[in-house]
Structure formats: structure tokens, C-alpha cells
């Protein structure tokens, strides 16, 4: 798992992208954005919460924020960072909050795409199928 974040670390400092704010979509994106926030060298860490999934497998109509972003990213370059696109519509939400705040710009990251997944990240390491349980779960999260 780290080594998929250093090697998304190396795909955003290759494509020449300083973030002032990185935001971690709660709660799958705090792991992976606190460590880009150290790969990264930017202490400048921000949280977001949206809910999707009522149960195991079993998802809302639709994602809602329940906590805005925790800084204010108005006029900022702003990484937003998940642990996977899943149905991408949780991520699309988010973009879409933060774009209206206006951010200056907007690139999201993620550890995992889903093929079916409505919202392309920016940068993600790796595409699967297979539901996901990372090392910082200790079941199967909703």
C-alpha cells in the first residue's frame, strides 16, 4: 500500500502540481492523505465527510457531505485525496463542493479505481474490480 502512495506521490510531483491544501475525504482518505501529506511535504491537511454506503454493499440514493471541508480552500490548489473511486459518485460531489467554493484548482487522487466509476481521478495507482479492504479497516467498511 505504501509503495502505491509513493508512486502516486511521484505521478503528482512529475506532472508538476503543488498543493497548498490536500484534503482527506473521510474516513477511507484520511490514511492515504496524511500520508501524501508527508510525501507531499505539505502539512497543510484538511478533512471532508460524505456518506454513501448505509451497510456493507448497501449504498445511499446518493452521497451527501455531512462536514465540510475543515480550511478554507477558496482560491487555493486543492488535492483531494480518497482511498478508492468506487461508483465515483461520493467524488463527484465533492468536486463539485469544492469547485463552487471557487478553488483556483481541483485534482483528485485515489489509491484505487473502480472500471464502473462515474468520476476519473486525476492520479490513482491501480484499477480493480474486487471489493477493497485496506490495511487501516479492521472489517469491511461502510
Known sequence: ????????????????????????VS???WPPARVMSDLLQNP???NMKVEF????????KKPRITQAVTMEV??????????VSDTGHSL???????????????RVCTIYL?????????????????WIIFPWERLEAV
Do not use: F, W
Not at 1 to 23: F, G, H, T
Not at 74 to 83: M, P
Open 27 to 29: 474516513r477511507g482518505g
Open 44 to 46: 497543510n491537511l484538511a
Open 53 to 60: 454506503y448505509k451497510d456493507i454493499g448497501v449504498r445511499n
Open 114 to 130: 473502480k472500471p464502473q466509476s462515474i468520476y476519473r481521478p486525476d492520479y490513482y495507482s491501480r484499477t480493480t474490480r474486487k
Open 92 to 106: 463527484r460531489v465533492v468536486a463539485d463542493h469544492l469547485q463552487r467554493k471557487p478553488v483556483k484548482e481541483l
Open 1 to 24: 500500500m505504501y509503495q502505491m502512495l509513493l508512486d502516486l506521490a511521484q505521478q503528482i510531483k512529475k506532472d508538476r502540481y503543488k498543493p497548498e491544501i490536500i484534503v482527506g
Open 74 to 83: 477558496v482560491g487555493k490548489r486543492v488535492l483531494v485525496v480518497d482511498d
